[in-house]
């Protein structure tokens, strides 16, 4: 059994690391911190989690947190993350953070943050969470910087492209389509319900933030710089994200090779599946298939028209996207196996 | 007895077959009959699907 | 005032185009054909025109609908409009064809249709009704072919990228989004509520059909062959189409050379607008703006770490995408203000 705290636990993050982690087996949750809701019951924010516990959200008090839990999951907007990992990491806490503070390298941040790393030596500390990617490193991580969403399905689904060199490096466009949930609680005018039912608004078209760590992640794998085009739009999903890609063939490859890289990177993957089947209504990955669950499910199709391969992935980007893949690096950091207490199924249909 | 499916490569076990049978695909689906090549051996061919296409 | 009649009127198209008719100042709806519904009133199977017409439904006799209409609309799947046009042409009628039989050259049925034309003489009457582009042709034009929806958002959208010269024309993707009346009122399990609800489905990944009219259209602009990669994906909308470009920059270009490109093709237009804005929620095209309307809304953004042009086109795939552009089509047929009957702001939210 190991003592947990969640910091920042009153998001649509927190909420779904509150409800994967109060069925842990291996996890006690010490603490939940919320500087609006401290002394409510978490299901006061969380209603799902009503007669599933009754703790009780508490003032965000980092000494009591390193004090009490031997993991720490953080879950704050960017920029508060560092000084509090910082501390943690002091108190000899292992540390999971859900912000982006730590996944890239130290020069990445002005550009795509327009901010300068406070505490640059923590970034060697770091390991990027894509277990898919980094499995061994984490196992032995104080400090892992779980991945974006929309980065967690780019990658996982334009790997294998990337794995065939047969593609150009430096187009590769990827088209995402994002539920509202992504965005979080904070509410807009863009998240209102009238304006957001049935809409398909492109938003950050360009520069788009987790562009940096997808080419970090994908570039290992091309042996060299990887551009990635990335466009997300909204659509009218609460969760999910699909991520198309579109990479173009540098010579022909046919569908046995892909399959069988992409059985070489994902078969024994617990929450990778690889879904392209000839019939039936689900013969691509959709978000509406992995819902609920920590799943990435990926795809691909060659056109031969334009001499591309288009890539489909597709999460539940407060899961596999936040939450779940978050935990997977918690399974693995303690040594267990890693589909505890996040091996449910999806709900379908939502 | 093993078959490869000849769409995706995947691999397919079976009891025993019967010429004409249909199988489907594991990974990827494909619906294969069973035939006999030349020497009398068993091998797998795809049988005809027709994809899902709508939308002007 | 002039005579016409709709073959094929019970289907979302047939609506929208007695929708819109039955308002027309220049067009007496003579008949509206449809097999099954003969001798009912339209309002039974189009509600919304319940007390605007006491219109019914007839059986589809051509030599009737020839004798009484001079100018017809035919709502009749792929194949099926082929012969009908062929015996009202010969009478004398001018049609415009909503389907895609007469939109191609005869060499690109086999390969995009597996279809080979019937009657490819017709083929050298018809003219592509994308007004935009063929304005003066349609005016005498005895057969119009209306265009595809997700063509008419594709062409619009990605044809200022491909006048700038300074794109790479055989890899122009254009990644669609396209809401559920695009497939007709046809049911399916595809297009049951449950499975359809917040879905990202990709469908026809590649060598989808109306990819053979978005370059036939795009290819003079370009002064050559352009190829283009086309995927689109269901998303939870009912109407509605955004086509997103991704077309790769063979030269810098600034926004102002572009906008120049913008204005040049489409600031006269009456149902083409150009959104590109700075500040606000919508800055770029959104179906949800152009819905009820037979407004295209374009824009564009340059992403300068891939070297990209991102164009957006966004339409109603039943009213731009269909009705509204055969009915803007007939407006020129006849020379009257092609405003006529269909200038109507988009309905919001919905």
Not at chain 1, 70 to 84: D, K
Not at chain 1, 206 to 215: K, L, N
Not at chain 1, 250 to 276: A, C, D, G, H, S
Not at chain 2, 26 to 34: H, I, K, Q, T
Request: hydrophobic content about 40%; proline content about 6%.
């Amino acid at each position: 059994m190991r003592t947990v705290g969640i910091v920042g636990a009153s998001g649509y993050t927190g909420g779904e690391l509150l409800r994967l982690l109060v069925d842990h087996p291996e996890a006690e949750i010490k603490i939940a911190t919320s500087r609006e809701n401290a002394g409510e019951p978490v299901f006061r924010v969380h209603p799902q989690l009503r007669k599933k516990t009754d703790l009780k959200f508490v003032e965000p008090d980092l000494e009591k947190v390193a004090s009490e839990c031997e993991f720490v999951f953080l879950a704050l907007p960017h920029g508060s993350s560092a000084p509090a990992a910082k501390r943690l990491l002091e108190a000899g806490v292992r540390v999971i953070d859900l912000s982006a503070d730590f996944r890239l390298k130290k020069e990445d941040y002005p550009k795509w943050y327009g901010w300068e790393h406070p505490f640059p030596d923590l970034l060697d500390l770091a390991v990027y969470g894509l277990p898919e990617f980094h499995r061994e490193e984490i196992k032995g991580a104080k400090l892992v910087a779980n991945p974006g969403c929309i980065a967690t399905a780019s990658i996982l689904s334009v790997a294998p492209a990337i794995k065939t060199g047969a593609v150009e490096k430096n187009r590769v466009v990827v088209d995402a389509k994002i539920g509202s949930s992504g965005a979080g609680t904070s509410v807009s005018i863009a998240s209102h319900h009238p304006e957001h039912s049935g809409l398909v608004r492109a938003y950050k078209p360009s520069m788009h933030r987790h562009t940096a760590e997808i080419e970090q992640e994908l570039a290992p794998l091309a042996g060299g710089e990887v551009k990635v085009a990335l466009t997300p739009h909204a659509v009218d999903m609460v969760r999910g994200i699909m991520a198309t890609g579109h990479s173009f063939l540098t010579r022909q490859v046919t569908n046995q090779e892909l399959w069988k890289i992409y059985r070489e990177m994902y078969q024994n993957e617990p929450f990778v599946r690889i879904v392209k089947d000839l019939r039936g209504l689900h013969m691509l990955p959709d978000p509406k298939n992995v819902v609920g669950s920590n799943f990435c499910d990926v795809g691909f199709e060659i056109d031969p028209h334009t001499n591309r391969m288009i890539t489909f992935g597709a999460i539940d980007n407060l899961i596999k996207g936040a939450a779940g893949q978050a935990i997977q690096n918690f399974n693995i950091m303690i040594g267990i196996d890693e589909r505890t207490g996040i091996d449910q199924a999806g709900v379908r249909p939502i | 007895m093993k078959f490869k499916c000849p769409e995706c490569d995947g691999d397919i076990e079976a009891k025993e077959v019967i010429e004409g049978e249909i199988l489907s695909c594991p990974d990827c689906g494909a619906e294969l009959e069973v035939a006999k090549d030349k020497k009398g051996n068993f091998e797998l061919k795809v049988a005809e699907s027709e994809g899902e296409d709508w939308g002007e």
